[in-house]
């Protein structure tokens, strides 16, 4: 199966091979949203899915992580598993609230990325920068740099928020403004995958997007401090000094971890957690691994004793930052 890895909420269906000892079992079809950034791993996990479940039929669609969030919380669709690039997505949006409803209780971080850029050997400046000097080829007169909408997807906001951290470790109050008048409307797409063949091709020099991207397409890509590439946990303090205004409100940066739940109203909820059992088990790990991400292991989750027993004990509770 091919699958289009451009972000825009596209779909794909999946048949299992031939049965080993599950044929009796009903059919059924198992629906995943998820992250734009998740459409290569999250494909292979649940091609894998399918060959030890074979009555199993995984319907996926990614795109922005917000986006997707909201065709359930807001559009009324039904998603037996959720997975996101920001794990605060889901308690904001789907955690029960003063006047809405819980479409999720619980959520796994699973997995982590660091902000960056890609570029090819095309870009204006590419034989001369580096992860001393990138801001300055960024912010040159001509440069065409793309990016994700930070309304309604994390690398979005993500990058916004390391442009901020990147004008206090350099000491340059106006590198974020700098960078981003290269970055005008017409280069900024819903989720930031839509944008690589636009790179590919030379429309546009760089593009801020996830290392894991760049790890899985054999791109160039920069090297950033740990101090702003939003990848080290233990800044977690020094991250929170950076923050966004988006049409959702303010964002404080962290540290960017994947997460994943199973919604209130999933129509298969045993087949989602037997899903999301299997992305945080061995063979899931390597598969994430092998797409450039950093595995969580054992997982964090938070709300631990509303945990699903078969998802629990591949967990520990959420630690702090």
């Given amino acids: 199966l091919t699958v289009a890895l451009a972000g825009c909420a596209q779909s794909v269906a999946r048949t299992g091979s031939a049965p080993h000892g599950t044929a009796a079992q009903s059919p059924v079809t198992l629906t995943i949203f998820g992250a734009g950034t998740l459409a290569r791993p999250f494909t292979q996990v649940a091609d894998a899915f399918e060959r030890e479940h074979p009555n199993v039929t995984v319907h996926a669609q990614f795109g922005g992580s917000v986006k997707e969030v909201k065709q359930v919380t ?60 990138w801001y300055r080829v960024l912010a040159r007169p001509g440069v065409r740099i793309g990016r994700s909408d930070p309304n309604t997807d994390p690398s979005g906001y993500q990058t916004l928020q390391m442009l901020e951290l990147a004008g206090r470790y350099y000491h340059d109050p106006g590198l974020a403004q700098a960078v981003l008048r290269n970055s005008p409307d017409r280069y900024v797409r819903d989720t930031e995958t839509e944008l690589l063949g636009p790179l590919e091709s030379g429309d546009i020099d760089y593009l801020a997007i ?30 929170a000094r950076a923050s966004v205004h988006t049409s959702n409100g303010t964002l404080r940066a962290k540290p960017i971890i994947y997460a994943v739940t199973v919604p209130t109203n999933a129509e298969h909820p045993e087949w989602a957690q037997r899903f999301v059992e299997f992305l945080l088990g061995p063979e899931g790990r390597k598969i994430m691994e092998r797409n450039g991400f950093e595995t969580i292991s054992p997982a964090m989750a938070s709300e631990r004793d509303l945990l699903p027993a078969g998802i629990r004990r591949l967990t520990v509770r959420w630690r702090p930052g």
Avoid: C
Wanted: no cysteine; hydrophobic share 40%; charged share 20%.
């Fill in 74 to 133: 807001q559009l009324g669709q039904r998603a037996d598993v959720v997975a996101v690039a920001d794990y605060s997505v889901i308690p904001k949006y789907m955690f029960a609230h003063s006047s809405s409803r819980a479409f999720a209780r619980w959520y796994v971080g699973f997995a982590s990325n660091a902000i960056t850029f890609v570029y090819t050997s095309r870009s204006k400046g590419a034989r001369e920068i580096n992860s001393r000097n």
């Fill in 210 to 239: 996830y290392e894991s991207d760049a790890r899985q397409r054999g791109l160039e890509y920069l090297r950033l401090p740990a101090e702003i590439n939003l990848a080290d946990p233990s800044l977690a303090p020094e991250y």
